[in-house]
């Protein structure tokens, strides 16, 4: 007899196997031109099957979008917990995150119609996940703060609007930049800039 949770884990793993390929279908044809039966054709499911999963290709891309951001916090979380230094670690773990999130997003031709559709189907989703990924951000700028690696005495900002102000720079790059390469030299040299800005120097 299947025990409850062990039920749950099979249709949660569906479902992970629905946003993987959904991911690809998405970037391929843009979110107007994907259908429901293209996802399922891509999984290998028929379109039925795939309904008992998601009631609508809305409420599949809800999802895709909670999905992709929780995968990019739990690697972004892992790398920030490293024993690296500060500036280091957190140049690292902002390439993470946009790494997983954003960069296959930005390859495809229809970039910009899935990250506006990001914003209108699943701004809820985009706001709750970006606080998560400045709350931790924020914990790091607070611990070393508290171990005198940084300081704020000499700025307005706090250590969360220090870091909502970065991700607002990044977000201009992210509009500029020529392709992955520039904009990954570009966001390790804004973010180096930043935390330089911040850094207490060793006498």
Do not use: C, W
């Not at 309904?51 to 916090?73: H, M, Q, W």
């Not at 995150?97 to 495809?108: A, L, T």
């Not at 000499?154 to 520039?182: H, Q, W, Y």
């Amino acid at each position: 007899m299947v025990k409850p949770n062990q039920k749950i884990s099979r249709v949660q793993a569906k479902r992970n196997v629905v946003f993987d390929a959904a991911s690809e279908v998405f970037a391929l044809y843009g979110y107007k031109r994907t259908t429901m039966q293209d996802i399922a054709q891509a999984v290998g499911f028929s379109r039925p099957a795939l309904y008992l999963l998601f009631d609508n290709k809305e409420t599949l891309f809800r999802e895709l979008t909670d999905y992709r951001l929780n995968k990019a916090l739990d690697a972004t979380k892992t790398k920030l917990a490293e024993k690296e230094e500060l500036k280091i670690r957190i140049i690292h773990a902002l390439l993470i995150f946009e790494s997983i999130f954003y960069e296959p997003v930005s390859k495809s031709p229809h970039g910009a119609e899935l990250m506006d559709i990001n914003q209108s189907l699943a701004s809820d989703v985009m706001a709750k996940g970006f606080l998560n990924l400045v709350t931790s951000f924020a914990a790091e700028l607070k611990t070393a703060e508290k171990n005198k690696k940084v300081s704020f005495k000499d700025t307005v900002l706090t250590p969360k609007s220090f870091f909502e102000l970065l991700l607002t720079a990044l977000i201009g790059i992210k509009k500029k930049a020529k392709n992955r390469a520039d904009f990954r030299k570009q966001t390790e040299l804004v973010a180096g800039i930043f935390l330089d800005s911040i850094a207490i120097k060793e006498k």
